[in-house]
């Protein structure tokens, strides 16, 4: 059974025949998904396809695309929000400097806050980082140093060196379907090199469809493509890997009940 540690039930591509995606996921042998929020305005539909499903969890945060949005969404309101039962991670957050979408200063406060929310309710921090690995890096290690709090670098796209900083930090890495595609080889190379302990995968639907999909709408049923891939990647069987990444996922989002 695979778990499907990242994906966005209630966006456009999945929303429309939600019931179906999820029957399709559940008979590709995925056991439970994470359905991730990226704005305030959107969390009490997250909250409610989680409600309406055993299989299926709920975060709360704010993308960092959208940080400039939501100057009033700090610590407190992010942890309020945590407490309910189907909540089990914080996110997704971090930095975005490929699109800046959001004033750079605003996104890094943004992140800091997310972060005390993590360390304050024990709930995973589930980051996005993109041509920002730097700044990523640096507040990640800053803030570990004013106490602990458990993180996942999600849909992780770059190097090596990067992976073995947020390895160092003690954070997990979770792989998305890019991992697949034929231009990914730095990507790949790293892939192979990440702990079994560490390692998550994810779909990131209704974005980034695996090979066989590409060109159509990713959905959570194709985890198990990016699984086999990533398995083969690694020259383990895929039953180890789908067996090791979903014990890493209820062993990081504690909260969750399987």
């Known amino acids: 059974m695979f778990v ?75 942890v309020a929000r945590a407490a309910h039962p189907k909540v089990i991670g914080i996110g997704e957050t971090g930095l975005d400097y490929y699109y800046d979408k959001s004033d750079r200063d605003r996104q890094r406060q943004c992140f800091r806050s997310h972060i005390a929310a993590a360390r304050e309710t024990g709930l995973p921090l589930i980051v996005h ?36 900083k947020m390895l160092g930090l003690g954070l997990s890495i979770s792989i998305s379907g890019i ?18 302990d560490r390692l998550l995968i994810e779909t990131d639907s209704p974005f980034l469809a695996p090979v066989p999909h590409r060109g159509r709408p990713c959905e959570p049923a194709y985890v198990a493509d990016t699984a086999r891939f990533l398995a083969a990647l690694r020259g383990e069987p895929v039953e180890q890997l789908a067996e090791t990444t979903t014990a890493n996922f209820y062993r990081l989002f504690s909260k969750a009940k399987r």
């Open 4 to 78: 499907d540690s990242h994906c966005h039930l209630n966006y456009a591509g999945l929303i429309e025949d939600q019931p179906a995606v999820l029957a399709r996921a559940r008979g590709a042998g995925v056991s439970a998904i994470l359905n991730i929020s990226t704005r305030s305005s959107e969390w009490d539909a997250v909250l409610a396809t989680a409600e309406g499903n055993d299989d299926v969890m709920a975060s709360v945060g704010i993308h960092p695309h959208e940080a400039d949005l939501h100057p009033d969404v700090e610590t407190e309101t992010l």
């Open 129 to 164: 980082t993109r041509d920002a690995e730097d700044d990523t890096s640096a507040i990640l290690s800053e803030e570990m140093g004013k106490g602990a709090f458990p993180a996942l670098i999600h849909c992780f796209t770059a190097d090596r060196d990067f992976a073995a």
């Open 179 to 196: 991992v697949t595609f034929k231009n990914a080889r730095d990507l790949q190379e790293a892939a192979k090199e990440i702990p079994a």
